[in-house]
């Protein structure tokens, strides 16, 4: 008989595909996340797949109310980070989805192969060669995903994602001393022209090196922006490949604690691939009606290819009196909460023209107080109590 698994979940379609992944091993049972504490109550000795979209103060409600349960946190990219924040909720791990079916199977057991009488006595089976258990339990994604991921995108172009992930990088880097990479994939590759490098010896290098190299290498295939206290990777979407994306984000997402990537309009197949990995998605939207329109229409695609709108955020740019429409407005449309939301200001555009870091420059407090109210959702202990990251030491620095 076939044990039960509990998923807690609010997404229907998480809940399928992993009722089809494990058919052969278990029986999912899904259940909302208010719902946990009753059930585990019933059975202490239960696992539970707890989704990376909920709380981590309810699944801490549930692992101090039943200390026997044992919570695993299905997530699409496994980073130190959200690793962190996990096993301190009290979680055992998190695991990445290529890999619950593995992890499943080695907790329950893996059901008795059949036995075929009818085989030939003495006959020598041929070897077949099998993955390592190393290979097995750590896919592509999961041996490089040391870093927190998040996702610049927008309906239509000129919307100034370029110039909020620049904001965005400097602001991670100045409040939490976390090495922070800043990739843009989008549809040009804007980042380099607004901080005036050349990307294509840095285009070449990722096209020629090996899968794993070391992380002075890493460093020297991006622009560092001395400015902004990041390291920069310009790479136009027509150039790339889904095996040239996975080999930036694995060797990047082991040398970084902070990985904001730009997919540009995210309509494309690449754009949907970086967006399902990660942690949170920043749509860039101005408060102009066709900017509003297409925006909307972007999310409503989004559902159609599954990939999660809960962990979308509106990113307001531009917002003024004129347009009269503001964040309640906005929040109310798109049913997703607005942060950060950014005046209108020809000086937050005009920073990066004068090689300025626009987290730091003066006049523009409203941006910065915006940013940090960003910081404190996502982060909130390390922003509130200004706790600075466990902090990096390059292995051939000076003392």
Known sequence: ??????????????????????????????????????????????????????????LQDVVQSCSDVYVY??????????????????????????????????????????????????????????KSKSLIEKPPLFTGGFSTLFALTGGKGGVGQTTIGVLLSAAVHHELDWRTAFLDFSENGDVSRSLCFDPRPHQEFWRKCEDNIPEQQVHSGMYWYPEGGFHCLSFPQRKLTSSLIQKIIINIGRCFDFILVDVGKGWSSLSLELLSMAKSILLVTTPTTLELRC??????????????????????????????????????????PVLPELPESMQFENCLLQNENPFKAKGLSVHQESVREWLQVFFPTLASTGKKGEGFKLPWSKE
Not at 2 to 21: D, T, V
Not at 77 to 96: E, K, M, N, P
Not at 115 to 124: A, F, G, L, Y
Not at 320 to 329: A, C, E, I, L, Q
Request: aromatic residues 10%; hydrophobic residues 40%; contains cysteine.
């Open 1 to 58: 008989m076939k044990q039960i698994l509990y998923f807690a979940s609010q997404n229907h379609g998480k809940a399928k595909k992993l009722q089809q992944e494990l058919s052969s091993l278990v029986i999912v049972k899904t259940i909302s996340f208010t719902q946990v504490s009753q059930i585990a109550r019933e059975n202490a000795a239960a696992i539970f797949c707890w989704d990376e979209e909920g709380s981590f103060d309810a």
């Open 73 to 130: 946190v299905l997530s699409s990219f496994r980073s130190s980070l959200f690793l962190r924040q996990a096993t301190a909720a009290g979680a055992v791990d998190v695991w990445v989805w290529e890999e619950v079916k593995e992890r499943v199977a080695s907790i329950y057991g893996k059901p008795p192969e059949p036995v075929n009488e009818e085989k030939e006595p003495n006959v020598i089976e041929p070897v077949v060669e099998t």
């Open 295 to 336: 925006s909307k229409d972007l999310l409503s695609f989004f559902r159609e290819k599954d990939i999660s709108t809960s962990k979308v955020r509106i990113v307001l740019n531009r917002s003024s009196r004129k347009y009269k429409v503001g964040r309640s407005n906005v929040e109310d449309m798109f049913k997703n």
